[in-house]
């Protein structure tokens, strides 16, 4: 693949001429694909290589090539015989990254899965051929690395202050209570001095299901999936009732954060408000828009999906 990468799509010229249209990317990429796919073929055969595992129940069985999923099963065996706590749960964190990455989507399909790939094929991101992985060793690797380079980076970096995270839905979680479980003196803290403000990024209404793009930690780690209590997921779609249900949602969480919350609190909410929902969710929670930010967002993991701009809201109490 390389060779053939290096022959019909040599870096740089291959995507100067897609830009100055002398390339039609969508033909020739489709075209390149049938060329290299007898060779791909040949290749799985000779090295007896198993694209799909039997079963395909869990989302483990379904989105992971049969070496794949051999690995890291291996890796999550190792991890079960770590006997210090935390290393435990650092080492955890990087297989569940790692797997994250070695999911057979194609490259720009990885927030919104379609289909399982079991071949090559022309990868607009890239612009190139691409296939799907069949070890998890290299992302192992690159993320063991980074993790540990950010975990001695945030040791220097981190103050002599307590944080935590508390999981819940955050239309009704009780914040007191769940602090009171991990440390009392500071929910003590809390309930006295109050919270100053939120910075948060809710979902977006229709756009994502965050327990599906997440579905490989829920399956690895046995966590329990609680879909129904996701607000403006992707399955409930755009509509109507859609939209009312998110600002319910919305208003609903505002509401809820404003009991710990000071008087004269600082909310910001970043959001990809295209349908103004936002003035509708403030007004319902008791709340005024102070200030708008604009923020792009130029970045994206599929970068062939365009750069669209979010806006943070700045929201104090009416
Ligand atoms: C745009 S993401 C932001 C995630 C996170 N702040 C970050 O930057 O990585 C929105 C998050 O809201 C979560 N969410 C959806 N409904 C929720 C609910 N009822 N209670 C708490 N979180 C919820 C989603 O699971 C998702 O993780």
Same mark, same amino acid.
């Given at each position: 693949?390389?060779? %053939?990468?290096?022959?019909?799509?040599?870096?740089?010229?291959? /995507?100067?001429? =897609? *830009? #100055?249209?002398?390339?039609?990317? $969508?033909?020739?990429?489709?075209?390149?694909?049938?060329?290299?796919?007898?060779?791909?073929?040949?290749?799985?055969?000779?090295?007896?290589?198993?694209?799909?595992?039997?079963?395909?129940?869990?989302?483990?069985?379904?989105?992971?090539?049969?070496?794949?999923?051999?690995?890291?099963?291996?890796?999550?065996?190792?991890?079960?015989?770590?006997?210090?706590?935390?290393?435990?749960?650092?080492?955890?964190?990087?297989?569940?990254?790692?797997?994250?990455?070695?999911?057979?989507?194609?490259?720009?399909?990885?927030?919104?899965?379609?289909?399982?790939?079991?071949?090559?094929?022309?990868?607009?991101?890239?612009?190139?051929?691409?296939?799907?992985? %069949?070890?998890?060793?290299?992302?192992?690797?690159?993320?063991? /690395?980074?993790? =540990? *380079? #950010?975990?001695?980076?945030?040791? $220097?970096?981190?103050?002599?202050?307590?944080?935590?995270?508390?999981?819940?839905?955050?239309?009704?979680?009780?914040?007191?209570?769940?602090?009171?479980?991990?440390?009392?003196?500071?929910?003590?803290?809390?309930?006295?001095?109050?919270?100053?403000?939120?910075?948060?990024?809710?979902?977006?209404?229709?756009?994502?299901?965050?327990?599906?793009?997440?579905?490989?930690?829920?399956?690895?780690?046995?966590?329990?999936?609680?879909?129904?209590?996701?607000?403006?997921?992707?399955?409930?779609?755009?509509?109507?009732?859609?939209?009312?249900?998110?600002?319910?949602?919305?208003?609903?969480?505002?509401?809820?954060?404003?009991?710990?919350?000071?008087?004269?609190?600082?909310?910001?909410?970043?959001?990809?408000?295209?349908?103004?929902?936002?003035?509708?969710?403030?007004?319902?929670?008791?709340?005024?828009?102070?200030?708008?930010?604009?923020?792009?967002?130029?970045?994206?993991?599929?970068?062939?999906?365009?750069?669209?701009?979010?806006?943070?809201?700045?929201?104090?109490?009416?």
């Amino acid at each position: 693949m390389y060779v %053939f990468n290096n022959k019909y799509f040599p870096v740089p010229e291959y /995507k100067y001429k =897609v *830009k #100055r249209k002398e390339i039609d990317e $969508k033909t020739y990429g489709e075209e390149k694909e049938k060329e290299f796919l007898p060779t791909f073929n040949k290749l799985v055969k000779e090295y007896k290589i198993k694209l799909r595992q039997d079963k395909e129940d869990s989302f483990l069985d379904k989105w992971y090539t049969q070496h794949i999923r051999d690995e890291i099963q291996f890796v999550f065996d190792e991890i079960k015989k770590i006997k210090n706590a935390d290393t435990k749960k650092i080492v955890s964190v990087i297989l569940s990254r790692t797997i994250r990455s070695c999911r057979a989507t194609t490259h720009a399909d990885l927030a919104t899965l379609l289909e399982p790939i079991t071949a090559t094929y022309y990868c607009g991101k890239h612009g190139k051929m691409c296939k799907p992985l %069949f070890s998890i060793l290299k992302w192992w690797e690159t993320y063991s /690395k980074d993790t =540990v *380079k #950010r975990l001695a980076q945030y040791d $220097k970096l981190r103050k002599d202050t307590f944080h935590t995270c508390l999981t819940g839905d955050s239309r009704n979680i009780d914040l007191v209570g769940g602090l009171y479980k991990i440390n009392p003196d500071f929910a003590e803290l809390v309930e006295k001095q109050k919270i100053k403000g939120i910075f948060s990024s809710p979902p977006y209404v229709g756009l994502i299901d965050y327990h599906e793009q997440h579905a490989y930690a829920y399956d690895l780690f046995g966590f329990e999936r609680k879909d129904e209590l996701e607000i403006g997921p992707l399955f409930k779609g755009q509509g109507r009732e859609a939209k009312q249900s998110y600002i319910q949602g919305l208003s609903d969480v505002l509401n809820n954060a404003k009991k710990y919350l000071v008087y004269d609190y600082d909310i910001f909410l970043v959001a990809n408000d295209k349908y103004n929902m936002y003035p509708t969710i403030a007004e319902n929670a008791g709340m005024q828009i102070v200030n708008q930010y604009k923020r792009p967002v130029l970045n994206r993991t599929e970068k062939d999906k365009g750069a669209y701009a979010e806006i943070i809201f700045h929201l104090k109490s009416k």
